[in-house]
T-cell receptor, first 114, second 117 residues
């Protein structure tokens, strides 16, 4: 049974560019959350997707957007990249619309903006 | 607002000894959940243990136990018989169960644990 998968593993982009990160949830999970983790910090909640809609959003600008597909996989898009967007981006999945206590994280995508 | 505080940036422990990682929290929710995650240098967040706010007994999972003191709003992680593979970053996290919460986790700043041979 595959856990949460994310792609790509690493990514290097230039300021002003756009990036798309992908996440496939654990089998049986229907809810996907995205987190940003700056170096040496704890993860910060970006947003959560359930039933193909953004259900809750953290304190992130509109440059951060996402999508959830019918198979529950999800994408995180970041436009007009800034140096401060350099971070590890983690995807977490859970079942039961997010109310199960078990949240499984993927290995993350490490984004470097130069 | 919900907040998690981890006051120990770094900890050292001798192999085979026990270690306690501190976590205090703040929330106005009556129902909430507390989590501990381990993050090795590879980056993946590994779930260790969960404590519900209404659970009367402290949670235990193998060598991990959670010392839950609700009145003090603390949820310390105890690792018994430390192993070299326990060296990692440890995060305490909280999830509220109120109507405005849909499962998002609030994380602390983390504690780096190093196990000495």
């Amino acid at each position: 049974d595959a856990g949460v998968t994310q792609s790509p593993t690493h990514l290097i982009k230039t300021r002003g560019q756009q990036v798309t990160l992908r996440c496939s949830p654990k089998s049986g999970h229907d809810t996907v959350s995205w987190y940003q983790q700056a170096l040496g910090q704890g993860p910060q909640f970006i947003f959560q997707y359930y039933e193909e809609e953004e259900r809750q959003r953290g304190n992130f600008p509109d440059r951060f957007s996402g999508h959830q597909f019918p198979n529950y996989s999800s994408e995180l898009n970041v436009n007009a990249l800034l140096l401060g967007d350099s971070a590890l981006y983690l995807c977490a999945s859970t079942e039961a619309g997010g109310y199960s206590y078990e949240q499984y994280f993927g290995p993350g995508t490490r984004l470097t903006v130069t | 607002a919900q907040k998690i505080t981890q006051t120990q940036p770094g900890m050292f422990v001798q192999e085979k000894e026990a270690v306690t990682l501190d976590c205090t929290y703040d929330t106005s929710d009556q129902s909430y959940g507390l989590f501990w995650y381990k993050q090795p240098s590879s980056g993946e967040m590994i779930f260790l243990i969960y404590q519900g706010s209404y659970d009367e007994q402290n949670a235990t999972e193998g060598r991990y136990s959670l010392n839950f003191q609700k009145a003090r709003k603390s949820a310390n992680l105890v690792i018994s018989a430390s192993q070299l593979g326990d060296s990692a970053m440890y995060f305490c996290a909280m999830r509220g169960h109120g109507s405005s919460n849909t499962g998002k986790l609030i994380f602390g700043q983390g504690t780096t644990l190093q196990v000495k041979p």
